[in-house]
């Protein structure tokens, strides 16, 4: 069946460093990907997505980019605040008679110290 | 506020008791999925509805059933309960079942079996 692998967390960074996390999928057809974050105590929150290859989807300063031939949707951003310490979900959307299904991974936690 | 509610926030209930949980979409949405989030099982899609009717099952238990409502409001029903099924469980919703279609989350009812 269709799956999300997300890197391992906690990831540890101080203010303004350089941001990754690593997303790889495996899906049949062309999915949908996701991003999205859960901040402490709330729901989750629709981050950034991309409907097909090569898309790149940017929100808030995080970016991920579609690609299709390594199968991954990793997120970046240039420079991280304390403000987002969350929890990150990759998804994608797998279409079950046409209506959507969410695949998560497991979440990655980013832990951002001043 | 992604303007999704969900009650109780919190339960506590003892093993082989049944609860409810209630869910009301965002207004105009149609789509309602329910969520399961556990440490050990991560965040999974237990079923959808749409306009009423059920169209996409996950990984829910026969022990646990769902409906949509005329006026839109969902309910989770769990029966039986374990140790297991300790859990946050997450409605969420949607204006249409489509495969990018953004899903809005609300914020959670955590359930505690004893």
């Known amino acids: 069946g269709n799956s999300v692998t997300q890197m391992e967390g906690p990831v540890t960074l101080s203010e303004e460093a350089f941001l990754t996390i690593n997303c790889t999928y495996t899906?049949?057809?062309?999915?949908?990907l996701f991003w999205y974050v859960q901040y402490p105590g709330e729901g989750l929150q629709l981050l950034l997505k991309a409907t097909k290859a090569d898309d790149k989807g940017s929100n808030k300063g995080f970016e991920a980019t579609y690609r299709k031939e390594t199968t991954s949707f990793h997120l970046e951003k240039g420079s991280v605040q304390v403000s987002d310490s969350a929890v990150y979900f990759c998804a994608l959307s797998e279409m079950n008679t046409g209506f959507q299904k969410l695949v998560f991974g497991t979440g990655t936690r980013l832990l951002v110290s001043p | 506020d992604s303007g999704v509610t969900q009650t109780p926030k919190h339960l506590i209930t003892a093993t082989g008791q049944r609860v409810t949980l209630r869910c009301s979409p965002r207004?105009?949405?149609?789509?309602v999925y329910w969520y399961q989030q556990s440490l050990d099982q991560g965040l999974q899609f237990l079923i959808q509805?749409?306009?009423?009717?059920?169209?996409a099952k996950g990984n829910i238990l026969e022990r646990f059933s769902a409906q949509q409502f005329p006026d839109l409001h969902s309910e989770l029903n769990l029966s039986s309960l374990e140790l297991g099924d300790s859990a946050l469980y997450f409605c969420?919703?949607?204006?249409?079942?489509?495969?990018?279609?953004?899903?809005?989350f609300g914020p959670g009812t955590r359930l505690t079996v004893l």
């Open positions: 509805y749409y306009n009423g009717e059920e169209r």
């Open positions: 207004s105009g949405d149609l789509s």
């Open positions: 969420a919703s949607s204006v249409s079942s489509g495969g990018a279609t953004e899903q809005f």
């Open positions: 899906a049949t057809g062309y999915p949908s």
